[in-house]
């Protein structure tokens, strides 16, 4: 009896003097001045274009949710993780595009509030596509492809006539025929 609680009483001696250890060997607490200097950090931007991004992200995702919305209906479980993943990057994408890229006039337009909303239109779109494809929903595509057309269309018209594109060749008959 006397033996088990000294080997009790060793035991949480070592364990006193392993913390004891740790403690000391903790970093400095970061002073709290430091915080306002992390505020003003400059905004991230991305290192391509707004372009690029809706070439090699948006029109990609859309592509998918397009074609679901048009009959071509995912049939294995891998084809309705297909779709999810498209959705989960068209959700991604309405966010990623409210970042100012390298081309010419994304600073001005990521500053503007229309932008913010109607590239937060095409996350909205997304969720509802995630959904569907959670639920293996093909009927409801059509409904948010028509919603993605709109949105996709209507911010076009809004910024796209008469700015030059970055003569990035959008090519819908991917995979390219050689
Ligand atoms: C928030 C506004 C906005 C939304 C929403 C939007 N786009 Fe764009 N998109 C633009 C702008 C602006 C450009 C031109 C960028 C430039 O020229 O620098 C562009 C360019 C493109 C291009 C490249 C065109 C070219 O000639 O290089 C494609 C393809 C494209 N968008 C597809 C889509 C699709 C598909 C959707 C919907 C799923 C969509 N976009 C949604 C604003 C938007």
Redesign the pocket.
Known sequence: MMKRTSLTMSVLALGALALGACEAKKPAPEPVAAAPAAAAAPAMTLPI???AV??GL??H???Y?FDVGNGKVPKTDDDWREAEYHAYQ?VA??KL?QLAGT????VA?TANPD?KK??D??TA?GMEALKLAQAKDAAGYRAVGDK??D??????T???PD????????KPDFPHKP
């Open positions: 274009s707004l372009n809706m070439v948006v029109d995702s859309s592509d949710i068209m994408s309405g595009i081309g010419p006039s994304d337009w932008w109607r590239s239109d095409l779109v993605l057309i949105v996709c269309e209507s911010c076009h809004a910024y796209k700015i030059p594109t970055m003569k990035i060749l959008h």
